[in-house]
């Protein structure tokens, strides 16, 4: 366990960020002069849990923030500054809805089995202007504009600074590159367990913000900021492992059409799991209005949306929800940017371990083009056309909320109606064009 106090003074820590993710995704935090953070490691910060996005009261007692001392991250652009990520305690106990508890809940109910889960995640984002209305780059608008060797290096300097401070941080990132929308980038680094793999995506996100900012830029994971180009996903890569680390839980040859593609009797389970609550999961991994704009998205510029509208399973086929690209580990293609980095892999550990323990079946594997050829498959669910629809699923599915926790399920689908509610409340310039002399 890192000494955090030891840690500033070897380091020339001035100050530490103690930083929690609420249910929207919102990244809070206190700077903490680093002759307290003792206190703080022992006690934790104080926060009023209503004045973000928790279901919570005015009337609520604190909550604290206690700091997890083994994420501690040294600002590689600020380094007398240190980040730390922080488990939520109110009255002694941990706070049932906090996202990171939520995934921590679910690691230790993996662990239960036998199973250690391991994650990646692929994070696209935007380089827009300052306003944040149009892309950054002006020259940039070549009609495939994926892999584009100019379009990358004339953001050489934002995209090379922030893979250098991953290989500081000893994360592996191995490639990036220009995506698949004018603007777009992605950058990838090695999978690691689940929760880790969770905090350094809530690192990452503040870092390429941060990063942007610093060079005159606005970097955006929404998952479609602009009309016709492709999205934003934040596609991730799922392997399960024995407690070890060391072998491979999904893979094998489970015989039949999961065999086929390398996959264990249980990876099928898990699998079947993701399959079985996709319609109701939609509300985590695609948690805002503007997420259904991605996975609803008509053809876009470029040709592909690279998104789902449908609940099918493939081998190594990207037009697929899950794709199966080699044996032991899956991809699911349906997250976006907008994702919560502790609620992703929340979710997608209870749909696998409810999976698990049902035995479910994942159903039929489809080797079609979803693009050209989906209308052919008539009975595969769709998934949701909006963010009410995927949250209506949600609270129909009692097994995947009861995986969840009931507490942390419940207040997230509050907090999730109040905002279709602001967002249907809103008189939009659409409206007016279209049915003002009605």
Same mark, same amino acid.
């Given at each position: ?24 995704? *919102?990244?809070? $935090? ?7 953070? /003792? +206190?703080?490691?022992? #006690?934790?910060?104080?926060? !009023? ?70 994650? *990646?995640?692929? $994070? ?7 306003? /944040? +209305?149009?892309?950054? #780059?002006?020259?940039?608008? !070549? ?92 596609? !991730? ?202």
């Amino acid at each position: 366990m890192t000494d955090l106090a030891a840690f500033a003074k070897e380091k020339g820590v001035k100050y530490f960020m103690i930083s929690y993710t609420d249910l929207f995704g *919102g990244q809070r $935090a206190k700077l903490v002069p680093a002759q307290a953070i /003792g +206190d703080m490691v022992e #006690d934790g910060a104080g926060f !009023a849990g209503f004045a973000t996005w928790l279901d919570m009261t005015p009337a609520h007692p604190d909550m604290l923030a206690v700091p997890d001392p083994s994420t501690v991250i040294q600002l590689p652009w600020r380094p007398e500054v240190a980040w730390v990520a922080a488990n939520c305690v109110m009255e002694g106990e941990d706070v049932a809805q906090a996202p990171r508890n939520v995934l921590r809940k679910l690691v230790d109910e993996a662990a239960k089995e036998g199973l250690r889960v391991k994650t *990646g995640i692929e $994070a696209e984002f935007f380089l827009l202007t300052p306003e /944040g +209305d149009v892309i950054s #780059d002006p020259f940039d608008t !070549a009609e495939k504009p994926c892999y584009d060797q100019q379009a990358v290096m004339r953001r050489y300097d934002v995209i090379s600074e922030i893979c250098d401070y991953m290989l500081d941080l000893g994360w592996g990132p191995y490639q990036n590159d220009h995506e698949d929308a004018n603007g777009q980038f992605e950058m990838n680094w090695e999978f690691d367990d689940a929760l880790v793999t969770a905090d350094r995506h809530s690192f990452f996100k503040f870092m390429v913000k941060s990063v942007a900012e610093k060079h005159g830029f606005r970097a955006t994971f929404m998952p479609k900021p602009i009309e016709g180009l492709t999205g934003n996903g934040c596609h !991730a890569h799922i392997s399960v492992w024995d407690l070890d680390g060391k072998v491979n839980a999904f893979a094998g040859d489970a015989g039949g059409q999961i065999g086929e593609v390398g996959l264990s009797e249980r990876g099928g389970y898990f699998l079947g799991g993701i399959m079985k609550h996709a319609e109701a999961l939609a509300a985590l991994t695609n948690p805002t209005v503007n997420s259904y704009k991605r996975i609803n998205a008509p053809r876009t510029m470029s040709g592909a949306t690279w998104a789902p509208n449908t609940v099918t399973w493939t081998g190594n086929n990207r037009t697929h929800m899950v794709r199966v690209p080699g044996p032991g580990r899956f991809e699911l293609r349906l997250p976006d940017g907008a994702a919560n980095p502790f609620l992703l892999q929340s979710v997608i550990i209870a749909a696998g371990l409810s999976g698990i323990r049902s035995k479910a079946d994942p159903g039929q594997r489809h080797d079609i083009d979803m693009y050209a050829e989906g209308h052919k498959i008539t009975d595969a669910p769709r998934l949701p056309l909006n963010l009410l629809d995927a949250i209506r699923n949600f609270e129909a599915d009692a097994e995947l909320q009861a995986m969840l926790g009931k507490e942390f399920s419940t207040s997230y689908a509050k907090m999730k109606h109040q905002e279709w509610n602001s967002f249907v409340s809103h008189f939009s310039r659409w409206e007016k064009d279209n049915t003002l002399d009605i």
